[in-house]
């Protein structure tokens, strides 16, 4: 069963109305492998101007989204409010979201939850820090993650999960294809070993941290890594070179 390479784009909180038009120039200008399904992650301030202007080729994204339809949530976005405006993807769990805003594994899963029953595709991010790398808790961390996901959803059919260490988010230090590979790996042999065989081989696991054109080729080469989850180097012309990362 082969999985169709996917690469997102995380603009987080960057950029303008002018940035967001150059950088979908340069989308459009590509060329994009057409083997690959490529993904943007807008400010939710900017996703309607994005949409209306994004080719069809590029699904556009929001980077959160709250887990009920409506009601008194001052500051949040629901996921019915994006599909009304033609979105039809949402990143959750983003490590940024964990550390910064302080979102537990339960919060990320009832929003994957709730914004799946709505018709929204997520990427579902996971992750290690350095500290718990280095007191060897990876695989504990991410089963942890990934199983409070799996508690609340019936359908991992529109999932797919982005493996963020947190240590190469931003920093530069990328982790190693073998680094990333060994965790995809474990990451796949839960999927078999605690929802199903087909899910496990369906599933796309796309890597981020510290991706960029240097990198990219190498840990696309490795058989777990279905894609990746880019920040810094979306803001940038080279994005088009790690979408077309396999050819
Ligand atoms: O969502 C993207 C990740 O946080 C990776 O960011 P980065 O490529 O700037 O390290």
């Known amino acids: 069963m082969s999985r169709k ?3 997102g784009g995380n603009w987080k909180m960057n950029g303008t109305k002018k940035v967001a038009d150059e950088l979908l120039s340069n989308l459009v200008k590509g060329p994009l492998d057409p083997n690959v399904e490529v993904l943007i ?3 939710a301030i900017y996703l309607d101007f994005v949409k209306e202007k994004a080719p069809c080729n ?5 980077q959160n989204c709250y887990k009920t339809e409506k009601g008194a949530f001052t500051g949040e976005i629901s996921p019915s409010m994006l599909k009304d405006i033609g979105i039809d993807w949402v990143i959750l769990g983003h490590s940024e979201r964990r550390q910064i805003f302080q979102e537990t594994d339960t919060l990320i899963a009832e929003k994957v939850n709730h914004a799946l029953e709505s018709g929204l595709s997520v ?3 996971i992750g290690e820090t ?20 799996k508690e609340k959803i019936c359908n991992w059919q529109n999932v797919v999960i982005a493996y963020e260490p947190v ?5 530069g230090k990328t982790a190693s294809p073998q680094q990333a590979q060994d965790v995809h790996k474990i990451l796949r042999k839960w999927l078999s070993d ?9 599933t796309r696991i796309i890597y981020g941290g510290s991706v ?13 890594i279905d894609g990746f989850l880019v920040g810094g180097a979306s803001l940038k012309p080279e994005f088009v070179e790690i979408v077309n990362a396999n050819q």
Do not use: H, M
């Open 212 to 224: 960029t054109s240097s990198n990219c080729r190498e840990l696309a080469k490795e058989c777990d």
């Open 5 to 7: 390479f996917f690469v």
């Open 194 to 202: 605690e929802v199903n065989e087909t899910v496990a081989k369906t």
């Open 167 to 171: 240590w190469a988010i931003g920093t």
């Open 58 to 62: 590029i699904y556009v994204a929001a």
């Open 130 to 149: 350095l500290e718990e790398r280095e007191a060897g808790q990876t695989e504990a961390v991410v089963a942890k993650q990934i199983k409070a996901i």
């Open 41 to 43: 992650g807008v400010p």
């Open 123 to 125: 990427v579902a991010c």
